[in-house]
């Protein structure tokens, strides 16, 4: 009598093995993944370590710069955007390092999952990405060089979600 589990496990035992199911391109993108999320996180957790002592630091001596006015209203619209970045996070510092931490390991966790090749990592990297740029946008607002460096932030998370979604053959349920 033939063993049914036999047939099911000739289906599970491909010969293509994990590495080549999840190809270099997926690889490397996982790669850049973790190392954009890990700098981001260690960041964050230094920066929770220091404190705010070495903000204040920055703001003082942005602050006696920002009294000679330079004559130039995009050199002096800059530094008025970096004392009023430097407020905002000595006001919300433990929350916005939190923040960051919290969507770091989101980030973290989604490219875990597609490297396992989890559909799910996928739509958890969408999330990700929003989130990258909601937690931002919640806390600066609309100050020239954050909306700068979110609009840099979400062209890099819109490539970054094409190159992965190309790859979505590879990734299962």
Do not use: H
């Not at 093995?17 to 260690?42: A, C, D, P, Q």
Request: hydrophobic residues 50%.
């Amino acid at each position: 009598m033939e063993d049914f589990g036999s047939e099911l496990e000739q289906w599970d035992n491909s010969p293509e093995t994990m590495k080549e199911k999840r190809g270099e391109f997926l690889y490397v993108l996982i790669v850049l993944t973790w190392v954009s999320n890990f700098s981001t996180g260690s960041s964050a957790l230094f920066m929770l370590l220091i404190g705010k002592g070495g903000l204040e630091k920055q703001l003082d001596i942005i602050n006696s710069g920002a009294s000679k006015e330079t004559g130039l209203s995009f050199i002096d619209n800059m530094m008025n955007d970096a004392i009023a970045i430097l407020e905002i996070t000595m006001m919300n510092f433990n929350l916005i390092n939190l923040m960051n931490l919290l969507v770091v390991a989101i980030g973290a966790l989604a490219a875990f999952l597609m490297y396992k090749l989890k559909k799910t990592g996928f739509y958890l990297y969408l999330v990700y990405c929003a989130m990258e740029l909601t937690v931002v946008y919640y806390f600066f607002g609309d100050l020239s060089s954050i909306v700068l460096s979110m609009l840099l932030s979400g062209f890099f998370s819109i490539l970054f979600v094409i190159m992965y979604s190309v790859n979505l053959k590879r990734l299962t349920e």
